[in-house]
């Protein structure tokens, strides 16, 4: 079908309104937004009509997605229909082709999901964590939790394994709501897994199913906020975490991962979003993992880690953007998976009660006040 658009209206969208779209999103959410990323999210619209799908296809941090789609409502280069779809105008339409903005295609490889990893031998021990996993606790608020899909355990246990980080080794799980300790454990590969998680009833689940099935697993109450127990310091060979992803969070749990490890060798694993942190969070964060915590990075998985949906989400966004109300049709939640490895001349991080407001910033998917205060700190 071919529109007929305003030359006017289209020089305007062309030369006037990318850039300070930009500008109004990030002076209302606090999130910095470039006009390349207005158009991936107009070019996300192109490509899905939900919700969900093109926040992550966006890979813009929510706030400033959905903030970037009521501006383009009002723009009139979006519509939501009466089932909740977001779909382009004629107008929309016309950007989109004038642009020569690319919807994009999906060149996941589907043998693997873009993870890079044959997960076949792994086949026996995901039937059996399934087993395990069926009575886990709900997915609470209050803990920022989420768990991982059964596929996505997997594949973290497998690329530990195969970087050599797992067998005859101590792992040390911060946080445990997707209870990868016990998937790790299935394996038969490590010597000893410690599993640190602030939610008693997952402190209760994982310490059960690890005694009716004979596993070499461990889970104790502990608090990010608290410093490390004295008889886990430098214990370690790896760690891994899926820590809240604001700068104070992400600092909090790295610290606590790498008093953990024993040394230079010694890896650490990770989730990172995009949905939740901007590209400028993932550079702050890169700068504080080479210059403070002195480890070199050496895997970043784009969208390894998928997780569940969970029960809390639409109550927990508040109701700025009615478009958001819908019920996610698909695991659109991911985040890329992090190794990183400690490199010689490491001295340590220094192992001290730390607080810091662990789950909420700027660019959170849960709803805060300050997301809705203008550019803040
Ligand atoms: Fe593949």
């Not at 076949?120 to 991982?148: C, I, N, T, V, W």
């Not at 590969?189 to 008693?200: A, N, S, T």
């Not at 210059?291 to 990075?297: D, P, S, T």
């Amino acid at each position: 079908m071919r529109y007929r658009v305003p030359f006017n209206r289209l020089v305007g969208v062309n030369f006037m309104d990318l850039g300070r779209l930009a500008g109004e999103v990030t002076a209302t959410t606090g999130v910095e937004l470039t006009p390349r990323d207005v158009e991936r999210v107009i070019a996300s619209v192109a490509r899905s009509s939900h919700f969900w799908e093109i926040l992550g296809l966006a890979r813009v941090p929510y706030p400033a997605a959905a903030e970037t789609i009521r501006l383009l409502q009002d723009q009139g280069l979006v519509q939501v229909d009466g089932t909740g779809a977001i779909l382009l105008t004629a107008e929309g339409q016309a950007f989109v082709k004038v642009h020569a903005l690319d919807p994009g295609q999906d060149f996941t490889c589907p043998g693997c999901g873009g993870r890079g990893l044959d997960l076949g031998k792994l086949k026996s021990g995901m039937q059996e964590f399934e087993e395990l996993a069926k009575g886990r606790p709900e997915a609470l608020l209050k803990y920022d939790q989420g768990h991982l899909t059964t596929a996505s355990v997997m594949a973290r246990v497998a690329l530990m394994a195969e970087r050599g980080d797992l067998a005859g080794k101590r792992l040390l799980v911060l946080g445990d709501d997707d209870l990868l300790g016990l998937a790790a454990a299935l394996t038969g590969l490590p010597q000893e897994v410690v599993v640190l998680e602030v939610d008693d009833r997952l402190v209760h689940y994982i310490n059960d199913q690890a005694a009716k099935s004979g596993l070499p697993v461990k889970a104790h109450k502990y608090a990010f906020k608290d410093q490390l127990p004295d008889r886990w310091v430098k214990y370690f060979d790896t760690f891994n975490a899926d820590p809240p992803e604001t700068l104070e969070a992400l600092k909090v749990c790295l610290t606590r991962g790498l008093c953990g490890l024993a040394g230079a060798g010694c890896a650490g694993y990770f989730g990172l979003t995009r949905t939740e942190a901007s590209l400028k969070k993932w550079h702050l964060f890169q700068a504080m993992l080479l210059a403070e915590f002195k480890v070199a990075i050496t895997d970043i998985i784009d969208n390894f880690n998928h997780y569940a949906n969970w029960g809390y989400l639409l109550e927990s966004i508040g109701d700025d953007y009615p478009f958001a109300q819908v019920a996610p049709k698909l695991n659109w939640f991911k985040s890329s998976m992090y190794r990183i490895e400690m490199v010689s001349g490491f001295e340590g991080v220094e192992n001290k009660p730390m607080s810091c407001e662990l789950y909420l910033d700027e660019e959170a998917l849960i709803y805060h006040p300050r997301n809705h205060g203008g550019t803040n700190g």
